[in-house]
């Protein structure tokens, strides 16, 4: 070894590399010479960026017995601290040209983030009267008396939010009157004319960018951190918000459930999954159906298109369910071609949808076409401050955001519902919050507007309709851009499974692959779509599956609702890649593995103790006897 340090030091002195870093060395240098040189801002540009305090949860969430979060530490907003970041990163590039504005909610805390900002480089800052989970109504009332506002040229905000979902972006952009830019990347145009977003000049006047991605973080500068450390932050008004959101723990919602662990009790618990699938699989609608024009007055309305017929089942119930809360019909807007509406009009009635109004296309709709669908709904309310109620599938958060914002009011306007109930002259709203670390319930008053997305595993009562109706709708897609001919439906994966069966080291063999691969014969043969995963070790260590089928750390994360694990110890890993509301019915032969004891927050683990080779046989056997025998 020294005789190689020696003669290597000998070399470099005398200038004689070794091959390969001469040949390195040139890469790097004809790779520097080939990058373009990144294009000078042409005009002054301002943007004003908004942040949002959250906080950073506890192992165990620290909740007060009003439902507030009382955690210590808090910070900005992951997404809107990239989108903050982004915007500085194009001032410290472009001097002179760019001027940034931060403007915060969520008093002290909010304060405490916008001296962050202007030790990193902003230029002002301003606190608004609002509290941390500001509503989007809330955002849009003080942001309205902001004199920094108009004068910007972009108003920038993170697409998603870290505590709860709601589309602060696009509603802001309906009620500014501005047109909606999203995407990732916002730089400098290529001829310096302006900004771009994803390669797209932003020309068109004044916009409110949602930006995507949370990677971005603020460095607040020594010196800047003590030229703002006593500075005054600027205050702002507030507005009104729309609700009142309230946290509690989602172990509570999970420890209640009765949990199997013997074969008869999985064999029975399976089946019921099954019986609940079945709904996805209604009869199509196969009566006349005529154009009429959309019936006016006091409704829920749902809409839904085929290529989602998991979410659209979740918005019909959670329709039907706000509906007989309120007193007043569920109706669906079905939109596709006619096989696809009739498959919709089947579930809708099913799900205990009245009636339904059908328009066919020959593509999907866009953005802008979910945005007409929705101002068409509401108009049948009534007036312009007649209360709508809308629930859409999952994905259309966007579009409610901008038909919120097109109407005036305080709506309540949240994404992921997956209950919700009506009591006297109140709606209160359960959702997941902080990734299913919490949930949140948002209580309105049941005559404010509401317009809600329903979470895909949102389960609610049905009961199918008698005299339901379906008709043509006489609504009319003018511009190309209401459809968008592009749209490629996603493909079943193993993200997006519902049912998983998950092979682990103790059924890590050809044998214990063979009997996970009759499990899913038997779940397909009830009529479910299973999808084999693994641990590391199968994959990676013994090599039965290749990793396309790894779930965990170094794989892929999940979230199915049913996961049945063979042999799986409950390494974190793994297991904190499955999602935050599946039964993982658990086989082990060792009944204290960790997973067999767990207790996770949205996970309800159902231990199946014994030989798994013997217990998964017994569920197999109980699976293919008549269920009464």
């Known amino acids: 070894m020294e005789a ?5 030091r000998e070399q470099a002195l005398a200038s004689r590399y ?20 990144p294009p ?10 908004l942040l949002r305090p959250v906080a950073v949860p506890a192992p ?3 909740l007060g017995e009003d439902g507030m979060l009382k955690e210590r530490v808090w910070r900005a907003d992951p997404a809107d601290e990239h989108a903050l970041a982004r915007a500085l990163a194009l001032r410290a590039a472009a001097p002179g040209r760019v001027t940034v504005h931060a403007v915060a909610c969520g008093g002290a805390r909010g304060e405490a983030l916008l001296r962050d900002a202007l030790a990193a480089g902003a230029d002002s800052a301003l606190l608004l009267d609002l509290p941390a989970d500001a509503d989007p109504a809330a955002w849009g009332g003080a942001l309205a008396s902001v004199r920094a506002v108009p004068d910007s040229d972009l108003l920038l905000c993170g697409a998603e939010g870290a505590a709860v979902d ?3 972006g696009p509603f802001l952009a309906a009620r500014l009157g501005r047109p909606l830019a999203a995407g990732g990347d ?19 006047g004044p916009a409110v960018a949602a930006l995507a991605g949370a990677t971005l973080r603020l460095r607040p500068t020594l010196a800047g951190t003590a030229r703002v450390a006593a500075a005054r932050v600027p205050r702002g008004t507030g507005a009104e918000a729309a609700g009142v959101l309230r946290y509690a ?16 009790a999985v064999a029975a618990r399976v089946r019921d999954f099954a019986e609940a699938a079945r709904g996805l699989a209604a009869a199509p609608f196969d009566g006349d159906w005529e154009a009429e024009p959309l019936p006016r007055g006091r409704a829920v309305w749902t809409v839904a298109e085929p290529h989602d017929r998991k979410g659209a089942v979740a918005a019909f119930g959670a329709a039907r369910a706000l509906a007989d809360g309120l007193g007043v019909p569920a109706r669906a807007f079905l939109v596709g071609d006619e096989l696809g509406i009739r498959a919709l009009a089947g579930l809708a009635r099913q799900a205990g949808i009245e009636a339904a109004h059908g328009l066919e296309t020959p593509a999907a709709l866009s953005l802008a076409g979910r945005r007409k669908v929705l101002g068409s709904l509401a108009k049948t309310a009534g007036g312009p401050t007649a209360a709508v109620r809308v629930v859409a599938p999952a994905g259309w958060e966007d579009a409610l955001g901008l038909a919120a914002g097109d109407r005036p009011g305080r709506p309540a306007l949240y994404g992921g519902v997956r209950a919700l109930e009506v009591e006297g002259d109140a709606v209160t709203l359960t959702l997941p919050a902080y990734a299913d670390r919490l949930q949140a319930a948002v209580t ?13 595993t949102a389960s609610f009562p049905a009961a199918p309709t008698e005299g339901f109706t379906l008709a043509r709708s006489a609504l009319r897609l003018a511009r190309a851009a209401d459809l968008d001919p592009a749209f490629v439906p996603p493909k079943a994966d193993l993200t997006t499974a519902e049912v998983i069966v998950d092979v682990g080291l103790g059924a890590g063999t050809p044998e214990g692959l063979a009997l996970a691969r009759r499990l899913m014969e038997a779940l397909e043969s009830l009529g479910l779509a299973p999808h084999l995963g693994a641990t590391r070790k199968v994959t990676q260590g013994l090599g039965l599956l290749d990793t396309g089928h790894q779930i965990g750390q170094t794989g892929v994360k999940v979230n199915p609702r049913l996961v049945f694990a063979l042999g799986i110890s409950g390494a974190p890993q793994h297991v904190d890649y499955l999602g935050a509301r599946a039964d993982v019915i658990a086989f082990n032969k060792d009944p204290d593995a960790p997973l067999m004891t767990m207790e996770k927050p949205g996970l309800t683990v159902h231990p199946v103790a014994g030989d798994l080779f013997e217990t998964v046989e017994g569920v197999l056997d109980a699976l293919a006897a008549a269920p009464d025998a």
């Open 444 to 456: 309105f008053p049941a005559a404010a507007p509401l317009w809600l997305a329903a979470a895909p």
């Open 60 to 62: 165990s969430p620290r």
């Open 186 to 204: 916002l730089a400098v145009a290529p001829d310096g004319a302006g900004l771009a977003l994803d390669g797209g000049m932003l020309d068109k």
């Open 166 to 168: 709601t589309p602060l």
């Open 18 to 37: 070794p091959a390969a870093v001469v040949a390195a060395d040139a890469a790097m240098e004809d790779r520097s010479a080939r990058e373009p040189t």
């Open 40 to 49: 000078t801002l042409a005009r002054d540009v301002t943007l004003t960026c």
């Open 249 to 264: 723990p989602v172990a509570a919602a999970a420890a209640a459930r009765e949990r199997a662990t013997d074969v008869e």
């Open 4 to 8: 190689r340090y020696t003669r290597g």
